[in-house]
């Protein structure tokens, strides 16, 4: 879930110690013995990139860097100590830096398997899926055991919406790989996204064996998620549809979010729930769940958000059903956190997940939100296919699109955020020359998960722009997405709020990755 904006405006990296113990006589031995030659260079190369290689694995970047910086001066003519170091630029996301070495390699080296998947690996990373997936059938076409390529064609996959093809392609980096951290973890998280919870638990079981032991954190943050992963396993089917096969229900516009009224298990009055295109499952707030008397299943330790301290517990929860309108859902799970309250007070959040099953609209115009499986919607749907707009769904759940600022050359990945009030740009974005006019003199107070943030920087965007859809004069704030980026697979440079959505009619094709908008003209708050 992203942040919200008020009415007033909304791995631990542990150096490796290497110590060596000699005995007396060794040192005497070493004292009085001539030296008869040098450390052999070609080996301490081979040395330095097998180091390195764990120090990658176990997410220790900086050492890593380190390590591969020496060998290229020990030996500047062997390209493989480069291409691995293009490959911990990209896992510390200095993308820039990242592409420019191993590109050099590749262009030279038009055989070289390896230099081919840390290239795609690096645009991947930027959002820049086509070259990726040019990138990577090159190196599979060069070297079929090339297990980077095979992991980085799975989360194409998954970004894409291709489930089955992420999991087959990801079981075969597996098995070229089967140590491999990100694979494991990858694994994972895709075998939840195909409800595939036994397992899920068993990808993260195997992430925890052949991760970093000292990222503490992280890794209680997994055994909770195992424990719940577990639990769903054995509840039976998840978000099961019963009720209509349609329907429409108006809804709230609340400081340019969506307020949905709905009922949660047999309790007769409804709740207040924020329509969240930002986050992939539902959430309920603590105090709402006391008062249902809806207990935890499981916690697990603590993620990091926007806001506050940057940090919240995990809580996981289980809602037996969620009736909207006619159509209900039965076993639904959310997450169970405290709320920082402003004037708009709400019970929850509706993630992507609890609607995913359906033909979604929201209608800015009318204030309706509609859900549909009836075949003749769908089909009328996908027969005006042609004025869609791609969606991707990114590692952590979000939907993502390309978007145009004016002063910005290239598209950039923004997050499509019903519930988020306001757009966000990146504090990266925030600092190009092209966007310093845009800067405002007025700050605002942000809301996000993990508590609030007082000051934060404007932007007076002149032109943003989604498909052929175009509005001007965008207020947008800047904020630091490293945690969302970090969670996210592929970059993202912003988040596309409701002062932009509220202008649409937007319907939501989730089994297709797909959006339409339709401009309509709300009535001024």
Same mark, same amino acid.
């Given at each position: 879930?992203?942040?919200?904006?008020?009415s007033?405006?909304?791995?631990?990296?542990?150096?490796?110690?290497?110590?060596?113990?000699?005995?007396?006589?060794?040192?005497?031995?070493?004292?009085?013995?001539p030296?008869?030659?040098?450390?052999?260079p070609?080996?301490?190369?081979?040395?330095?990139?097998?180091?390195?290689?764990?120090?990658?694995?176990?997410?220790?970047?900086?050492?890593?860097?380190?390590?591969?910086?020496?060998?290229?001066?020990?030996?500047?003519?062997?390209?493989?100590?480069?291409?691995?170091?293009a490959?911990?630029?990209?896992?510390?996301?200095?993308?820039?830096?990242?592409?420019?070495?191993?590109?050099?390699?590749?262009?030279?080296?038009?055989?070289?398997?390896?230099?081919?998947?840390?290239?795609?690996?690096?645009?991947?990373?930027?959002g820049?899926?086509?070259?990726?997936?040019?990138?990577f059938?090159?190196?599979i076409?060069?070297?079929r055991?090339e297990?980077?390529?095979?992991?980085?064609?799975?989360?194409?996959?998954?970004?894409?919406?291709?489930?089955?093809?992420?999991?087959?392609?990801?079981?075969?980096?597996?098995?070229?790989?089967?140590?491999?951290?990100?694979?494991?973890?990858?694994?994972?998280?895709?075998?939840?996204?195909?409800?595939r919870?036994?397992e899920?638990?068993?990808?993260?079981?195997?992430?925890?064996?052949?991760?970093?032991?000292?990222?503490?954190?992280?890794?209680?943050?997994?055994?909770?998620?195992?424990?719940?992963?577990?639990?769903?396993?054995?509840?039976?089917?998840?978000?099961?549809?019963?009720?209509?096969?349609r329907?429409?229900?108006?809804?709230e516009l609340?400081?340019?979010?969506?307020?949905?009224?709905?009922?949660?298990?047999?309790?007769?009055?409804? *709740?207040? @729930?924020?329509? #969240? =295109? /930002?986050?992939?499952? !539902? +959430?309920? %707030? &603590?105090?709402? $769940?006391?008062?249902?008397k809806?207990?935890?299943?499981?916690?697990?330790?603590f993620?990091r958000?926007?806001?506050g301290?940057?940090?919240?517990?995990?809580?996981?929860?289980?809602?037996?059903?969620?009736?909207?309108?006619?159509?209900?859902?039965?076993?639904?799970?959310?997450?169970?956190?405290?709320?920082?309250?402003?004037?708009?007070?709400?019970?929850g959040?509706?993630?992507?997940?609890?609607?995913?099953?359906?033909?979604?609209?929201?209608?800015?115009?009318?204030?309706?939100?509609?859900?549909?499986r009836r075949?003749?919607?769908?089909?009328?749907?996908?027969?005006?296919?042609?004025?869609?707009?791609?969606?991707?769904?990114?590692?952590?759940?979000?939907?993502?699109?390309?978007?145009?600022?004016?002063?910005?050359?290239s598209? *950039?990945? @923004?997050?499509? #955020? =019903? /519930?988020?009030?306001? !757009? +966000?740009? %990146? &504090?990266?974005? $925030?600092?190009?020359?092209?966007?310093?006019?845009?800067?405002?003199?007025?700050?605002?107070?942000?809301?996000g998960?993990?508590?609030?943030?007082?000051?934060?920087?404007?932007?007076?965007?002149?032109?943003v722009?989604?498909?052929?859809?175009?509005?001007?004069?965008?207020?947008?704030i800047?904020?630091?997405?490293?945690?969302?980026?970090?969670?996210?697979?592929?970059?993202?440079?912003?988040?596309?709020?409701?002062?932009?959505?509220?202008?649409y009619?937007?319907?939501?094709?989730?089994?297709?990755?797909?959006?339409?908008?339709?401009?309509?003209?709300?009535?001024k708050?």
């Amino acid at each position: 879930m992203r942040p919200t904006v008020s009415s007033k405006i909304r791995p631990n990296r542990i150096p490796w110690l290497f110590g060596y113990l000699l005995s007396t006589a060794a040192i005497l031995l070493l004292i009085s013995a001539p030296v008869l030659s040098q450390d052999d260079p070609k080996e301490t190369y081979k040395k330095h990139l097998k180091n390195a290689a764990k120090l990658t694995r176990a997410g220790s970047f900086v050492e890593a860097e380190e390590l591969l910086r020496k060998a290229i001066e020990l030996d500047g003519f062997r390209s493989d100590a480069k291409v691995e170091l293009a490959y911990v630029l990209t896992k510390q996301r200095r993308l820039g830096d990242a592409f420019e070495l191993v590109y050099s390699v590749a262009e030279k080296e038009p055989k070289n398997a390896r230099a081919f998947a840390v290239l795609g690996a690096t645009m991947l990373a930027g959002g820049r899926f086509r070259e990726a997936r040019l990138s990577f059938f090159n190196a599979i076409k060069l070297d079929r055991r090339e297990h980077l390529a095979w992991a980085g064609y799975g989360m194409l996959d998954f970004y894409e919406n291709r489930i089955e093809d992420s999991l087959e392609n990801l079981r075969e980096s597996v098995f070229y790989a089967p140590e491999e951290p990100d694979y494991l973890f990858a694994l994972a998280q895709v075998s939840a996204r195909a409800e595939r919870y036994g397992e899920a638990a068993d990808a993260y079981r195997d992430f925890l064996n052949a991760s970093n032991k000292k990222d503490v954190d992280r890794r209680e943050r997994i055994r909770g998620l195992i424990n719940f992963l577990r639990f769903l396993g054995n509840a039976g089917s998840l978000y099961r549809v019963g009720g209509k096969e349609r329907t429409v229900v108006d809804f709230e516009l609340v400081g340019n979010r969506p307020i949905i009224k709905l009922r949660i298990n047999d309790h007769p009055r409804e *709740l207040r @729930f924020v329509l #969240d =295109t /930002g986050s992939g499952i !539902s +959430v309920l %707030s &603590d105090a709402t $769940a006391k008062r249902l008397k809806i207990k935890p299943v499981t916690k697990g330790g603590f993620a990091r958000g926007i806001g506050g301290d940057g940090k919240f517990e995990i809580v996981y929860g289980l809602l037996r059903e969620i009736s909207i309108g006619d159509v209900n859902l039965r076993q639904v799970p959310v997450y169970i956190r405290k709320f920082h309250s402003d004037a708009q007070e709400v019970d929850g959040y509706i993630g992507l997940a609890l609607i995913s099953k359906f033909l979604t609209t929201v209608d800015y115009g009318a204030k309706t939100f509609a859900l549909t499986r009836r075949s003749n919607d769908e089909k009328a749907f996908r027969e005006n296919i042609g004025a869609s707009l791609p969606l991707r769904l990114t590692s952590s759940g979000f939907l993502s699109g390309e978007v145009l600022l004016q002063g910005i050359d290239s598209p *950039l990945n @923004f997050i499509v #955020d =019903t /519930g988020a009030s306001v !757009s +966000v740009i %990146s &504090d990266q974005v $925030a600092r190009e020359d092209s966007m310093l006019p845009f800067a405002g003199e007025e700050t605002l107070r942000v809301i996000g998960s993990a508590g609030v943030t007082n000051d934060v920087r404007t932007f007076r965007l002149p032109k943003v722009t989604f498909g052929p859809h175009s509005e001007r004069d965008i207020t947008a704030i800047a904020l630091d997405l490293d945690l969302i980026n970090e969670a996210s697979g592929f970059e993202q440079a912003g988040i596309l709020g409701g002062n932009f959505l509220r202008n649409y009619r937007m319907t939501f094709d989730f089994k297709n990755s797909k959006v339409t908008f339709e401009s309509v003209k709300p009535e001024k708050q």
